[in-house]
């Protein structure tokens, strides 16, 4: 047998409608991240856009998503991909205006999709009016004040005022040249230093400046006034500082926090003061906007913290991502989820891959030796089978959409996408490339533009509404590889992964057991992970080396991959998944 998805019953139907009703949307939406840069390009310029997403919206809405969440629009230099943001109430050039912005929130809301979008609160771009105004004042303004300046150490100031270094490689700290000046800092000479964790043109502000705190309050306003039904918080984990800055020399790993809440820069206790204001804001809406939280914590129980009821409605669950693909890890993941977001009563946000981190078919592909800690330096050049890879992510593709909670989908999981790791040197652009020197590659691999139809690039990617050739090459070069997984090659094809997305989204809107609520394990043998949900499901994954016989009786929904006809047994083979009722 291969794939099959059967169509519920009315009396299904109908049950799930009902608990639908009962439940907010976001404790068990399944949001398609659209990574904008590379999601479609409706103007022909090689860089995706507004124009590109709207004509792609039906093809959304028939994935069966619940929401879209849009990586930063905001107009940029675009030296961390739009993650350095010169302004918050509009949007890049590159990719479009506010007016088709707000139209497209509108067309998203009319095929029955949310929108989310992103906010970076840790830190602005060195091209923001408040930068600009900062380096054009003297130490000790209060333009300098929403900002982490301070003098350097040595005699002459010359060393930073401490140890950090940023997350992409080399120091925190970059030394300005006074505009202004006063005694101690003479005009036209390097004076005071400037905190950014990320790169040099990402200036932090001070989360302790009134003036910063007021000011992202007026943005989260400006978009939901807008129509836009929450925000994905860029590492909320990260904007508030220990005051005296002091130096990590005694942390193992600095970039990674550990769970006392008073790490120098990352998931400090005092962070959450944040997420409380920014709840009451939320909730001061008529529909409530919703959070969702991009916090490292490295820890269930630190993450649950975010989510407690007066603050964050939902966070990413970054250690199923990391996890290896073996049976007693993911097992424990999952419990240790759900136990800590049990204790806060929120549900749990599964994910498999985002922009940050190596596709999941490719991390798959390696041997499962280790945590899957998703940068690039973990990967290459270690031997991959991509076969075995793409069969893994399919596989978790189900057990993610059959956990209690809610998901993220990243653009191109739907396709099996693997990343692209043969990217020239030249066309390399993640600032991480260039302040590691060129020892780390980035993550300009899993942001490929996406191929929609066609045997070459663009494949169909760059697409002018009146339907004259493109003017631009995609931003990042799309490999010959993407012939035959392009959105078209893989419509209507029952075997493919974009249809087997389709089908668990359609049944998982379906089946009242799935979405949010809870689950119990059964014992499914050695290495399988099985899962029952009531009423009436199952989910089953094998992750074990053997075939493992599926339990009489029930009824196959939905498939990940061919399953075995044993000797009147159905016969689940090793890295597929497979979902029943019982
Ligand atoms: C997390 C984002 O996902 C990543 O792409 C970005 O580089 C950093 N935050 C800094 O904003």
């Given at each position: 047998m291969t794939l099959t998805a059967t169509t519920p019953t009315a009396t299904t139907g109908a049950q799930r409608a009902a608990s639908r009703l009962a439940t907010p949307w976001w404790r068990e939406a399944v949001v398609y991240q659209v990574y904008i840069r590379s999601f479609a390009d409706g103007d022909g310029d090689g860089t995706g856009d507004v124009t590109g997403l709207r004509a792609r919206l039906p093809h959304l809405a028939s994935l069966g998503v619940d929401a879209i969440w849009i990586n930063p629009w905001y107009p940029s230099p675009l030296a961390d991909s739009g993650y350095d943001v010169a302004d918050y109430r509009a949007v890049e050039p590159l990719f479009g205006d506010l007016e088709q912005a707000t139209a497209m929130i509108a067309e998203a809301h009319g095929l029955g999709m949310r929108v989310i979008l992103d906010v970076v609160p840790n830190h602005l771009s060195d091209e923001h009016v408040w930068f600009q105004a900062a380096l054009a004042s003297a130490p000790g303004s209060?333009?300098?004040?929403?900002?982490?300046?301070?003098?350097g150490r040595g005699e002459a100031g010359e060393l930073p005022p401490n140890d950090w270094t940023s997350h992409f490689g080399g120091p925190a700290w970059t030394r300005a040249v006074e505009a202004v000046g006063d005694d101690a800092h003479p005009a036209g000479q390097p004076g005071q230093w400037y905190l950014h964790l990320f790169n040099t043109k990402q200036p932090d502000v001070d989360w302790t400046s009134e003036d910063v705190r007021a000011e992202?309050?007026?943005?989260?306003?400006f978009w939901f006034d807008r129509g836009v039904d929450g925000f994905r918080i860029d590492v909320a984990h990260g904007l508030t500082k220990h005051a005296d800055l002091p130096d990590t020399g005694e942390i193992a790993n600095p970039h990674r926090p550990f769970g006392a809440g008073d790490h120098p820069f990352l998931d400090r206790d005092d962070v959450h003061e944040v997420y409380r204001r920014w709840r009451a804001i939320a909730d001061s809406y008529d529909d409530p906007k919703v959070f969702v939280a991009e916090a490292w914590t490295g820890d269930p129980v630190r993450l649950g913290l975010y989510l407690r009821p007066d603050e964050l409605h939902t966070a990413f669950n970054f250690d199923f991502l990391v996890s290896a693909w073996r049976e007693p890890e993911l097992r424990d993941v999952i419990d240790r989820t759900l136990a800590a977001h049990r204790a806060v009563g929120a549900p749990p946000t599964w994910v498999l891959s985002n922009h940050d981190v190596y596709r999941e078919v490719s991390r798959y592909a390696r041997e499962q030796d280790r945590p899957q800690l998703g940068g690039e330096e973990d990967f290459t050049g270690r031997p991959a089978d991509l076969e075995v890879g793409l069969r893994r992510a399919r596989a978790a593709a189900l057990l993610m959409l059959a956990l209690p909670g809610g998901a993220y989908v990243y653009q191109g999981a739907e396709l099996g996408l693997p990343e692209v790791e043969d990217l020239p040197e030249e066309s390399l652009q993640d600032p991480v490339w260039f302040q590691s020197g060129g020892q780390r590659r980035g993550r300009d691999g899993c942001r490929v533009p996406l191929p929609w139809s066609g045997a070459e690039a663009p494949f169909g990617f760059s697409?002018?509404?009146?339907?004259?050739?493109?003017?631009?090459?995609?931003w990042l070069p799309q490999p010959?590889?993407?012939?035959?997984?392009?959105?078209?090659?893989q419509d209507g094809d029952p075997t493919s992964t974009l249809e087997l997305y389709r089908s668990?989204?359609?049944?998982r809107r379906s089946l009242?057991?799935?979405?949010?609520?809870?689950?119990?394990?059964?014992?499914?043998?050695?290495g399988v992970l099985a899962l029952t949900r009531e009423p009436g499901f199952a989910c089953w994954v094998n992750l074990s080396t053997q075939p493992?016989?599926?339990?009489?009786?029930?009824e196959v929904l939905l498939a990940s991959g061919p399953l075995d006809d044993g000797?009147?047994?159905?016969?689940?083979?090793?890295?597929?998944?497979v979902w029943l009722r019982r």
């Open positions: 209060p333009e300098r004040a929403r900002f982490i300046f301070r003098d992202y309050d007026d943005v989260l306003r697409e002018r509404p009146d339907g004259a050739a493109p003017t631009g090459q995609p010959a590889s993407f012939a035959g997984l392009t959105v078209a090659d668990a989204l359609s049944l009242e057991a799935l979405g949010d609520g809870a689950m119990e394990w059964v014992d499914g043998g050695d493992v016989a599926l339990p009489a009786g029930a000797d009147g047994d159905r016969l689940l083979p090793t890295d597929t998944a």
